[in-house]
């Protein structure tokens, strides 16, 4: 018995020692480990002496090798021309702005001032490039205006054209307005 162990535990030491489950491929600590990491971040992004962006986060990370930014627990506000645009905030965000592409994760609530449009969701993609605000395929969104307030999943919408649209159902209210009423109402 005891020499039966003995060959099961040298067998088993040269299979240790010889073989690895991942050949020609190694992981670098700088893929792992963040460059930087900060804690109650606070960031500011000033353009033509005016304030365009401004991030307040729990933790940012940046990876050595990545043109993307980490942070969780954020609150986030876009200025165009010094004046107020949009305000949100997430629970993860993934931003790399060499290709501008911003994934937001996790109790999500975007307020576009500019357009009167709020958004509410767990995933969504914006795309700097194209102007796009996208959610997965099976993704509940809620999208809310002065005159609508609706649910429902794939959504997107396009900075460019000021529209939205859903491709599956979509479930709410919308309120139209009589403009009759509207001219004795003033």
Request: aromatic residues 12%; contains cysteine.
């Amino acid at each position: 018995m005891r020499k039966s162990i003995g060959l099961f535990l040298a067998f088993s030491s040269i299979l240790f020692f010889s073989c690895s489950l991942k050949y020609g491929s190694t992981v670098s600590v700088e893929d792992v480990v963040p460059e930087f990491s900060f804690e109650d971040a606070k960031y500011t992004r000033v353009e033509d002496g005016k304030v365009s962006f401004y991030l307040e986060a729990g933790k940012l990370e940046q990876y050595k090798n990545s043109s993307a930014t980490y942070a969780k627990d954020v609150d986030f506000t876009v200025y165009e021309d010094g004046e107020l645009s949009v305000t949100g905030k997430c629970g993860y965000l993934s931003a790399d702005t060499k290709t501008e592409i911003y994934n937001l994760h996790d109790d999500i609530y975007i307020d576009s001032v500019e357009k009167d449009l709020k958004v509410k969701g767990k995933n969504l993609k914006w795309n700097g490039k194209t102007e796009q605000l996208v959610s997965g395929r099976t993704d509940n969104v809620t999208v809310e205006t002065s005159e609508v307030k609706v649910m429902g999943s794939g959504f997107s919408a396009s900075g460019v054209s000021n529209s939205y649209e859903f491709s599956a159902m979509v479930s709410g209210d919308i309120e139209t307005k009589d403009e009759e009423n509207e001219k004795n109402d003033s």
